[in-house]
C-alpha cells in the first residue's frame, strides 16, 4: 500500500496510514453522493505533519466550480479533512495507537511506547 502513497508526496508517519486512507474513502463517498465522476474527485496536493496535526492539501476545483462555499459537498469535505486532523492530534504518527502531543524540538504526536524508542535513538544518537 506505500507505494502508492509514497506518489502522492505524502511526509508523515504510517501511523496515520488508517486515517488518511478513511479520510481518502469519506471523500470519494461524498462524491459520489452528488454524483460527480471520479475524474473530478478532488485531488489530493499535499500530505504532510505541520505542529503535530495532520494537514491535508486538497484541490476542490473539480467540485462544482460555480458554487463553491455555498455547495453542500465542499463544506462536507472540509469536515471531513477538519475532523481527520483533529483525530491526529491524537493519534500516534508512528503506530496509529492513541498517543499525545509532545513539544520538544519539534510538535509531533507519539504513543508512550513511540516516543519512548524515539527517546532511546535521540540518547543514542547524542552519545
Ligand atoms: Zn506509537
Known amino acids: 500500500m506505500q507505494p502508492r502513497f509514497q506518489f502522492w508526496g505524502f511526509e508523515c508517519g504510517n501511523g496515520w496510514f488508517e ?8 471523500i470519494e463517498s461524498a462524491a459520489e ?12 496536493q499535499q500530505v504532510k505533519a505541520k505542529f ?8 476542490l476545483s473539480g467540485f462544482l466550480k460555480p458554487l463553491e462555499a455555498s455547495n453542500p459537498t465542499i463544506k462536507d469535505v472540509r469536515k471531513i479533512i477538519a475532523r ?7 493519534t500516534c504518527e508512528d503506530c496509529g495507537l492513541p498517543g499525545k502531543l509532545y513539544t520538544h524540538a519539534w510538535h509531533y ?6 516516543e519512548r524508542i524515539h527517546q532511546k535513538k535521540n540518547e543514542e544518537f547524542n552519545g
Open 52 to 59: 503535530g496535526a495532520l494537514r491535508f492539501y486538497v484541490d
Open 84 to 90: 481527520a486532523e483533529v483525530l491526529s492530534r491524537v
Open 19 to 26: 486515517l488518511i486512507n478513511q479520510l481518502c474513502a469519506d
Open 33 to 44: 453522493q452528488v454524483e460527480i465522476k471520479p475524474d473530478a474527485w478532488p485531488n489530493v
Open 109 to 114: 504526536v507519539k504513543c508512550q511506547a513511540c
